[in-house]
């Protein structure tokens, strides 16, 4: 019986030292992408159209903005290169939200791009902001011309959702 008691004893704290899954609530937030209809409509309420005189093969522009709009967040973006690029677009665009001195990400989404143009353009809607939060976007743009990827970093700096 005393060899029982030890067996289950040791199967027990097995089991105790065996990594648990824990279920957590579900970090995503409501997002949804824009069809490239409305990315563009934004893009040119909101982006100047001026292209910048940069020499060819480099990138033109890159912009990243975020707005509000009907109760909901907008993130756009937009990539233009000079010359004849392989492909454009986002490594990589983040949402996060200011939660006292840190900033916690919301949404992170990689590489978005076209092969078929030298302007790229996208967004997103977040639609669950909370008033009164600050929130901001980042990305790095990029663009692939003659075999040589370019990268720029963007940010929006914080904005405060009414």
């Known amino acids: 019986m005393k060899k029982w008691t030890q ?7 097995i089991i105790s030292l065996l990594p648990m899954q824990v279920f957590a609530k579900s970090e995503t ?12 409509y934004y893009a ?10 940069n020499s060819e093969g480099t990138l033109a522009n890159t912009n990243l903005g975020i707005f509000e709009s009907e109760g ?14 392989s492909e454009l677009g986002i490594k990589q665009i983040m949402l996060e939200e200011k939660d006292g001195l840190s900033w916690n990400v919301l949404a992170k989404y990689d590489k978005m791009s076209t092969t078929d143009s030298n302007i790229y353009t996208g967004g997103f809607y977040f639609l669950a ?9 980042s990305g790095i743009h990029f663009a692939v011309i003659d075999g040589r990827e370019i990268t720029k970093y963007a940010n ?6 009414p």
């Open 129 to 137: 902001p909370v008033s009164g939060k600050t929130y901001k976007a």
């Open 72 to 85: 909901r967040i907008l993130v756009i973006y937009s990539t233009s290169a000079s010359g004849d690029p």
């Open 7 to 13: 067996r289950i004893i040791v199967l027990l704290v």
């Open 29 to 40: 937030p409501d997002i949804v992408f824009m069809t490239e209809e409305e990315a563009q």
């Open 156 to 161: 929006t700096g914080g904005f405060i959702f």
């Open 44 to 53: 040119n309420l909101y982006f100047p159209s001026e292209t910048s005189l």
